[in-house]
């Protein structure tokens, strides 16, 4: 079956720096790969997601690259703000999805 | 606003009590989940369900069962909690296979 792993498990930034999560998969089959966002106390939230078919994808200050040959799957953030402390899980699915350990992404003000 | 609701944000039972989550989802998705997400583990497939009267296991079923008699309402039964059950629990619906899963604010279940 699918498995996927994230790294690193814990980021910290400074306010207005970038930060990137890196997501593996092992399945070559998945083609669809989202990314969430946990709030403290709340279920996790699709931020962005990207379907095999496509290399990358922007949302404002939230982007995701696919690499489908060496199968890994990034989230970039630019200009982070306080608000974007949280934990981020990626995910991968071809017919039940997979989600990775998680990240806690800390911004500093 | 679309929504996933969970019945209880906190709940504390002891070992061998009989333990109802419940989940119920006001977007008529067919398909319901029950996820367990514990630190460094991320979120673990418990049972899923595509149709009413449906389930199917997931990744880590024993000691799980879940009942769906309505489309919007996807129950986890623990028959007989143990310590080792202790662990946020996270219901979510979706429309269908490779859509956007919607997450209920999650259950932090504690057996003593």
């Known amino acids: 079956g699918e498995n996927v792993e994230q790294h690193p498990s814990t980021l910290s930034v400074q306010e207005g720096d970038s930060a990137v999560i890196k997501c593996t998969y092992s399945d070559s089959a998945s083609n669809y790969f989202p990314w969430y966002k946990q709030e403290l106390g709340k279920g996790p939230q699709l931020i962005i997601d990207?379907?095999?078919?496509?290399g990358e994808k922007k949302d404002q200050r939230i982007a995701v690259t696919l690499n489908k040959t060496a199968k890994h799957f990034s989230l970039h953030i630019t200009e982070t703000q306080p608000e974007d402390s949280a934990v981020y899980f990626c995910?991968?699915?071809?017919?039940?999805?997979?989600f990775g350990a998680g990240t806690r992404l800390t911004v500093k003000p | 606003d679309v929504k996933v609701t969970q019945s209880s944000r906190y709940l504390v039972k002891r070992t061998g009590e009989k333990v109802f989550l419940e989940c119920v989802q006001d977007m008529d998705h067919e398909n319901m989940f029950w996820y367990r997400q514990d630190p460094g583990l991320g979120l673990r497939l418990i049972y899923f369900s595509y149709d009413v009267k449906m389930k199917e296991k997931g990744d880590i079923p024993e000691g799980y069962s879940v009942s769906r008699e309505k489309k919007e309402r996807f129950s986890l039964i623990l028959e007989s909690a143990s310590t080792n059950q202790t662990s946020m629990y996270l219901c979510?619906?979706?429309?269908?296979?490779?859509?956007?899963?919607?997450f209920g604010p999650g259950t932090r279940l504690t057996v003593l």
């Open positions: 990207i379907r095999s078919n496509v």
């Open positions: 979510a619906s979706d429309r269908g296979r490779g859509y956007e899963q919607f």
């Open positions: 995910a991968a699915m071809q017919y039940d999805m997979r």
